[in-house]
């Protein structure tokens, strides 16, 4: 069964020319630091951490954490030496969330598995983000509380 959620997917811009830049040693430390403030991030939001490359996608029961995340990342990478930009992109759709066995996760498998359309629309919309602005579409609240998209924009405020 489906359930509606806010995916926001992140990509950390110009990740191929930093580690020739930084070397093998110096790029693990920056990943390390990346990946412990934005997991750091995830609790005051109600998010969670589903997969990770040099970005990360991210599962939010609501928009407005999924952008309020998104605005304290972006600010928190910008802060690590060296500073990094991402780009994230929000989208709200429905999604099927499917739970791997403890014997699959024992074996490197993800605890939980996001499945449909949503998934590939949120990198659509991460893939036309500028780094340092998340991007996303506008929401506002319907009479039944679930926020909704209506066209896409660029978030700069805080």
């Keep these: ?15 191929a ?10 790029l693990a430390a920056l990943w390390a630091a990346h ?3 934005a997991r750091d991030l995830l609790p005051a939001r109600r998010g969670r ?9 991210l599962l939010f029961e609501a928009a407005a954490d ?12 910008a802060g690590l030496d060296p500073p990094l930009k991402a780009r994230a992109g929000v989208h709200v ?18 605890p939980l598995e996001v499945e ?5 629309v949120a990198a659509r919309v991460m893939s036309i983000a500028n780094g340092g602005k998340p991007f996303c579409p506008p ?14 924009r660029t978030v700069t405020g805080a």
């Excluded at 020319?17 to 110096?26: I, V, Y």
């Design 1 to 15: 069964m489906s359930e509606v959620r806010a995916l926001l997917l992140t990509d950390v811009v110009d990740s």
């Design 17 to 26: 020319q930093l580690s020739e830049r930084l070397g093998e040693a110096e």
């Design 35 to 37: 990946d412990r403030l």
């Design 49 to 57: 951490e589903i997969d990770k490359t040099d970005g990360m996608l």
């Design 66 to 77: 999924a952008v309020a995340y998104a605005i304290a990342y972006q600010r928190a990478v």
């Design 93 to 110: 759709g429905p999604v099927i969330l499917r739970e791997n066995s403890r014997s699959d996760v024992a074996r490197g498998a993800k």
């Design 116 to 120: 449909g359309a949503a998934k590939a």
């Design 139 to 152: 929401m506002r609240e319907t009479p039944s509380g679930k926020s909704r998209c209506e066209s896409n």
